[in-house]
């Protein structure tokens, strides 16, 4: 009875107390009246700060009296307003944000969490939605858009695949809105078209090794961020149709395309869909040749469909659920007429012929990604949950690679889960940031089978577990750190199977079938970690370091196809750990803006294809990669901006306390881009571009030939050329003009490969007419 009268007298006191707090609500707006979602508040008198929901809105419970309380968003403004409260009722303060010009764009690759690239201590590019409408009328190839827009990042195959086109000499990991789409367990280089431009908000490029996301991020990663929904509408939309053909013998090189996109909000509930279909026919070098159709992108028939429909379930609380489909088949009746390497005069070109096997390409892909966000589950802290799943099939071509012939396919099934929290802190008014930390669950199960059934790499059913933690510091609001780490804990299960024979180059005969390897697990653990320093206070000279470092199973279905062992424990099949040292900037003059960064890349041990024997295999040596970039844009007029970029990456490898060149399957030549944006009238943009590859020729031939990756690189440039006119708001007409100077040359990969069957040019003169009308 004591006790409970000693509760009910606390009781009675605290009620006072109680009566003594009011509640704050209100919303965070632009100047246009519109939401910014996930501002952040902040009450330094109590050390307090909370999040801003989905729809801007906020609320907390605060003590009786003054404060100030300060608004900031990502692009925007501070703004700091006073407030008194004096009542027990509810206390209502709006807060209307400036979009702050000096601020860059928004990211959130980097980190899982929204932040400016001012934030970001590593080198980020940004492709946005005006520069993928001008890529894409040149042409429509995610692998030549990113190539002629991000320094660092290897040159265009013109092919279906993109092997070789590494990130400053290292491998990437590609997702769509961070679905994994990269198959790391078994390359099949065709990761970077896996969906079509059409559905891409924009699309964000992390340079350096990185395990935000784990395994296969070893020189970066590229997400694609699917469009998003318009929020002023219940319905809104686009018309896409459009033609396009070579301009050197043009028959039968006409193609077209027609999509359709609709998007809107009705009261809790917004939607985006879109559906596009593009057929291509022969393409053409500049002489009028038809291209190889040996992984070429001649007659292609590409689907893509995509839906995201998100709800609101409060003001804390939104799911949303995203799903993409891509198919890109080729349809031809050409085969390859096979040149001889090293001779100009003797690419190897299309002819007509009867095309063995199935139609190669990416028969599907399937992505889906359900969603789950929630603000302020406990305090401030925000959860979101990420549940999906990748189905990925590619075909590549029938050759007789194989004994007796044969067309293998790569099939690849994800399944994962990510749980990403949130936790934002405030020491001071000039010391906050925020714990960034979760759990990645992820199920990979790929294999490759050729189309009659024979199993050339078993299935793979990796489990991988990885919990993680990123702390970001900012202090005295200019000076920011960042640092992290992740668990990486791997289980591969590999069946017993019985290896393949397959050709090798040197005798031309086949050898290696018949070896039964016993099944067996693989388990990989390791830590990698983060850290990164930047200041960016002077708009005319923003530094940052940064240290990190990635985790990958480099290709370990090449291991086990060229396997000569009878156990898993006999086969070297070690993951690379990859560090990546940084250093860089970006300064503002005025209408001047530069960007730099120097890296130095090292591992332990490498991921670079060389052939032994005849026989194709990864070499394991130490490997040192460093390199460099430089970006330039500057507005001349309001009307006409110009821009550049120059981007140098160099690698060896050491071999026996010798160093040798990595090959041109890993390093590329210098690359330069530049470009003149003019708006002669406020209505028409005009732009002209070029690409520019310098020269690289590392090895010399070995009995008069170059083997595998050693074949000299030598220098070629484009010009490329776009228009967009606007009749009005709703419809526009544009033109793309690839290779407007009909340049003749070969292309980077047709070099290095040192193979005459894949000694081929690239694209001769190629015009695209599309017209938009938008509602």
Do not use: C
Not at 412 to 430: A, M
Not at 677 to 702: E, I, T
């Amino acid at each position: 009875m004591k006790i409970l009268l000693l509760s009910l007298a606390a009781f009675v006191v605290s009620l006072p107390a109680l009566a003594q707090k009011t509640v704050l609500s209100g919303k965070i707006k632009d100047e246009q009246n519109q939401a910014v979602p996930f501002s952040t508040l902040s009450i330094p008198a109590l050390k307090k700060g909370l999040t801003s929901n989905q729809t801007g809105t906020y609320s907390i419970i605060l003590p009786l009296g003054t404060y100030a309380i300060k608004a900031s968003a990502v692009g925007y403004k501070s703004k700091t307003q006073s407030i008194t409260l004096s009542a027990a009722d509810t206390v209502y303060l709006d807060f209307t944000l400036e979009q702050d010009a000096k601020l860059q764009e928004v990211i959130i690759s980097a980190s899982r969490k929204q932040e400016t690239l001012d934030e970001v201590p590593s080198s980020i590019n940004i492709i946005g939605t005006k520069d993928l409408a001008v890529q894409k009328t040149i042409n429509n190839n995610l692998s030549e858009i990113l190539a002629n827009t991000v320094p660092g990042l290897g040159f265009n195959t013109n092919r279906t695949s993109n092997l070789g086109q590494t990130m400053r000499g290292r491998g990437i990991l590609i997702m769509i809105d961070g679905v994994p789409q990269s198959t790391p367990l078994r390359n099949g280089a065709r990761d970077i078209r896996t969906i079509d431009p059409a559905a891409i908000e924009r699309v964000e490029v992390i340079k350096g090794a990185t395990a935000i996301y784990g395994n296969g991020a070893d020189g970066g990663l590229i997400n694609y961020i699917t469009k998003k929904p318009t929020a002023d509408k219940a319905i809104s939309g686009q018309t896409s149709i459009g033609s396009s053909n070579f301009l050197v013998a043009p028959k039968h090189t006409f193609g077209g395309q027609a999509g359709q996109l609709l998007s809107g909000t009705v009261h809790n509930l917004d939607y985006v869909v879109s559906g596009r279909y593009e057929q291509t026919g022969l393409s053409r070098d500049a002489n009028g040749d038809v291209l190889s159709p040996e992984y070429g992108l001649n007659d292609l028939r590409m689907w893509n469909a995509f839906a995201k429909v998100g709800y609101n379930i409060n003001a804390n609380n939104r799911l949303e659920l995203m799903y993409n489909y891509f198919s890109s088949k080729q349809n031809t009746d050409y085969i390859a007429k096979a040149g001889k390497y090293g001779n100009p005069d003797s690419a190897t070109t299309g002819v007509l012929g009867n095309r063995p096997g199935k139609a190669e390409g990416t028969p599907y892909n399937h992505n889906v990604n359900l969603h789950y966000s929630s603000q302020r589950i406990v305090g401030g802290t925000d959860l979101d949950v990420n549940l999906y799943l990748q189905d990925f099939y590619t075909l590549l071509s029938s050759s007789n690679f194989f004994e007796g012939n044969g067309q293998p396919g790569n099939l690849s099934k994800k399944k994962g889960l990510r749980v990403n929290l949130n936790s934002p802190f405030l020491i001071s008014d000039n010391w906050n940031g925020n714990f960034v930390y979760g759990l990645d669950v992820l199920s990979d199960k790929t294999s490759t089978v050729l189309t009659d059934g024979r199993v050339s790499v078993p299935e793979m059913n990796m489990r991988n577990l990885a919990p993680y933690l990123q702390l970001k510091s900012v202090f005295l609001q200019n000076l920011i750190f960042k640092a992290g780490a992740r668990f990486e804990n791997i289980n591969i299960d590999v069946p017993t199977y019985t290896t393949l024979a397959t050709r090798n180059y040197n005798t031309g005969g086949y050898s290696g079938g018949g070896i039964v390897v016993k099944g067996d697990a693989l388990n990989y653990n390791a830590f990698v970690f983060n850290a990164g320093l930047r200041y960016n206070k002077l708009s005319y000279f923003k530094p940052f370091i940064s240290f990190s470092q990635s985790f990958s199973i480099g290709d370990l279905g090449l291991v086990l196809r060229s396997a000569t062992e009878n156990t898993l424990a006999d086969i070297t099949t070690k993951a690379v750990t990859a560090n990546n040292y940084e250093a860089g900037f970006s300064s503002t003059f005025g209408k001047l803006n530069i960007e730099g960064a120097a890296y130095i890349s090292t591992s332990k041990l490498g991921a670079s294809y060389v052939f032994v024997n005849g026989k194709a295999q990864i070499a394991r040596s130490p490997e040192r990669i460093y390199g460099f970039e430089l970006a330039a844009d500057y507005a001349l007029l309001d009307e006409l901006t110009i821009g550049a970029s120059y981007s140098y990456t160099e690698g060896k490898r050491k071999i026996n306390d010798k160093e040798v060149y990595l090959g041109g399957d890993r390093i590329g030549p210098p690359k330069t881009t530049a470009y003149v944006s003019y708006s002669p009238l406020s209505n028409w943009l005009l732009r002209v571009q070029m690409l520019n590859a310098g020269n690289r020729k590392r090895f010399d031939p070995v009995n008069g030939k170059y083997s595998y990756g050693t074949g000299p690189m030598n220098t070629f440039t484009t010009f490329s050329f776009f228009s967009n006119y606007s009749f009005d708001k709703s419809s526009s007409i544009q033109l793309g003009v690839e290779n407007i100077l009909n340049k003749d040359y070969f292309t980077i990969p047709s070099q290095w490969m040192s193979d005459s069957l894949s000694y081929v040019k690239g694209n001769g003169a190629r015009l695209t007419l599309n017209y938009l009308y938008k509602f």
